[in-house]
């Protein structure tokens, strides 16, 4: 039997990934509930996302990591948003979502630990946090094996097919 090896390619994104990032975010919105989107995806025209991700590159505190195969098919995506606001500009707000097929891979623990490589870097970076659905233990045990910790629940964060959810608060010092 001839068994096929793909080859998995994490780098940051580029403006002519916009089209493939909205579709990603389309697919992967239809296949969990546990994002903040659902099948419509982020809804941003591909110009819009292009040019986004243009200015990303020139950010410091704020990156987009793309995970692909043979750096043809978008299978991941993690994502680190801040402000350059002086008093906050250290705080990273983190994303992370891996397509359904490749979950369970490892591909979500790569990806995390690329971001905290990232951060480390950056020289800006100093806490990386998040909201995760309460019920959401693939993503908790994730971020718990990274040493994320849990700083508190925010009562109904989320609306979710037609029921309030609870989030969970976790964050990650960078030292
Ligand atoms: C959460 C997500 C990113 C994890 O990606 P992944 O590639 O499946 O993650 P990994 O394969 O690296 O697994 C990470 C950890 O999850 C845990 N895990 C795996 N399968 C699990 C399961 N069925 N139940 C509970 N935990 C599980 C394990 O602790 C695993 O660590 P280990 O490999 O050391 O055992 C992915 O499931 C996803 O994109 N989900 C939908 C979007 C989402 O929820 N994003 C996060 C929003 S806050």
């Given at each position: 039997m001839k068994t096929e090896k793909l080859e998995i390619i994490i780098r940051e994104?580029?403006?002519?990934?916009?089209?493939?990032?909205?579709?990603?975010?389309?697919?992967?919105?239809a296949e969990t509930d546990f994002l903040v989107y659902g099948p419509e995806g982020l809804e941003l025209s591909e110009a819009f996302e292009a040019m986004y991700l243009e200015g990303l590159i020139e950010k410091e505190n704020a990156i987009m990591l793309v995970a692909t195969i043979d750096n043809e098919e978008?299978?991941?995506?993690a994502s680190v948003g801040s402000n350059d606001k002086p008093k906050t500009q250290h705080v990273g707000e983190v994303g992370i979502t891996?397509?359904?097929?490749?979950?369970?891979?490892?591909?979500?623990?790569?990806l995390m630990e690329e971001v905290e490589i990232w951060a480390k870097e950056s020289g800006i970076i100093r806490r990386l946090e998040l909201t995760v659905h309460a019920d959401n233990e693939r993503a908790i045990a994730l971020y718990e094996k990274m040493g994320y910790q849990r700083e508190g629940v925010l009562s109904r964060a989320m609306f979710i097919n037609d029921a309030f959810a609870d989030g969970v608060m976790m964050s990650l010092l960078i030292d």
């Open positions: 994104a580029i403006p002519s990934d916009a089209k493939d990032i909205l579709e990603f975010s389309e697919q992967t919105g978008l299978i991941g995506i891996v397509a359904k097929d490749f979950w369970g891979y490892g591909l979500g623990t790569a």
